[in-house]
């Protein structure tokens, strides 16, 4: 659970951030000052790659290195690689990061990403929509390596490919978590496999159901209600 504080010092909790969540806005300081907003124009509408660096100490050094050595093959696939640190510029400009580090003196980026203030890297990738792709945690030497993957899926799936005339089907990926796409599953098969009657307002005894909806040309629509 996330702890955040407004500028009116009010305290509110939400649960830390999953896959498909969408990610907090982020505007930080570059090195040079300037303020890089993540969802600004020239940035947006690619993968990003957040790499959080809470201070420079040895861990944090083993995964910026491995991210040094994928820095061209992460650009290729279409990543934009940031560092985000707690540190002062000085520190941060002595570490010869080639890639943009942005600035978070005050920690709210940290909170808001839940990224924690350990002495560990976590990288989080976000969608081009700016969801949540995935939250690397794995050791510093292998997650840059991680990191790269997820990066080259997103690519993957933003190649054009040719497809056949289909019905026109919204598809909109990472709403639900696995867990939440299994638990759906188990009740389909487990709970509510009577057919009930259409009707308005009826709740059936708060239990779930079946239900034909009668639409003109498809006979075969099936509402499962879950309560």
Same mark, same amino acid.
């Given at each position: 659970m996330a702890m955040l504080q407004s500028s009116s010092g009010q305290i509110s909790f939400r649960p830390p951030l999953s896959v498909g969540d969408i990610a907090p806005d982020c505007a930080l300081p570059a090195l040079d000052g300037s303020i890089v907003d993540l969802r600004g124009d020239a940035i947006a509408g690619n993968p990003i790659a957040l790499l959080f660096c809470p201070k420079f100490t040895p861990a944090v050094a083993e995964a910026l290195a491995g991210y040094r050595s994928r820095l061209q093959v992460m650009a290729a696939a279409g990543a =934009?690689?940031?560092a985000v640190t707690l540190e002062q510029t000085k520190a941060a400009a002595g570490q010869d990061i080639p890639f943009p580090v942005l600035r978070d003196g005050k920690g709210e980026i940290f909170r808001a990403f839940n990224a924690g203030i350990r002495d560990q890297p976590?990288?989080?990738i976000l969608r081009p929509n700016h969801h949540i792709a995935a939250i690397v945690?794995?050791?510093p030497a292998v997650q840059?390596?991680?990191a790269l993957v997820v990066v080259e899926r997103l690519a993957a799936e933003r190649r054009p490919v040719l497809m056949?005339?289909?019905p026109p089907v919204l598809i909109v990926p990472e709403v639900f978590t696995?867990?939440?796409?299994r638990r759906l599953i188990e009740i389909? =098969?487990?709970r509510g496999?009577?057919?009930m009657p259409p009707g308005p307002g009826i709740d059936y005894n708060g239990e779930d159901y079946k239900m034909r909806i009668p639409e003109h040309g498809r006979p075969d629509r099936i509402d499962h209600w879950i309560v």
């Amino acid at each position: 659970m996330a702890m955040l504080q407004s500028s009116s010092g009010q305290i509110s909790f939400r649960p830390p951030l999953s896959v498909g969540d969408i990610a907090p806005d982020c505007a930080l300081p570059a090195l040079d000052g300037s303020i890089v907003d993540l969802r600004g124009d020239a940035i947006a509408g690619n993968p990003i790659a957040l790499l959080f660096c809470p201070k420079f100490t040895p861990a944090v050094a083993e995964a910026l290195a491995g991210y040094r050595s994928r820095l061209q093959v992460m650009a290729a696939a279409g990543a =934009r690689l940031f560092a985000v640190t707690l540190e002062q510029t000085k520190a941060a400009a002595g570490q010869d990061i080639p890639f943009p580090v942005l600035r978070d003196g005050k920690g709210e980026i940290f909170r808001a990403f839940n990224a924690g203030i350990r002495d560990q890297p976590t990288t989080i990738i976000l969608r081009p929509n700016h969801h949540i792709a995935a939250i690397v945690k794995s050791p510093p030497a292998v997650q840059p390596g991680d990191a790269l993957v997820v990066v080259e899926r997103l690519a993957a799936e933003r190649r054009p490919v040719l497809m056949a005339p289909h019905p026109p089907v919204l598809i909109v990926p990472e709403v639900f978590t696995h867990a939440e796409c299994r638990r759906l599953i188990e009740i389909y =098969r487990t709970r509510g496999n009577v057919f009930m009657p259409p009707g308005p307002g009826i709740d059936y005894n708060g239990e779930d159901y079946k239900m034909r909806i009668p639409e003109h040309g498809r006979p075969d629509r099936i509402d499962h209600w879950i309560v």
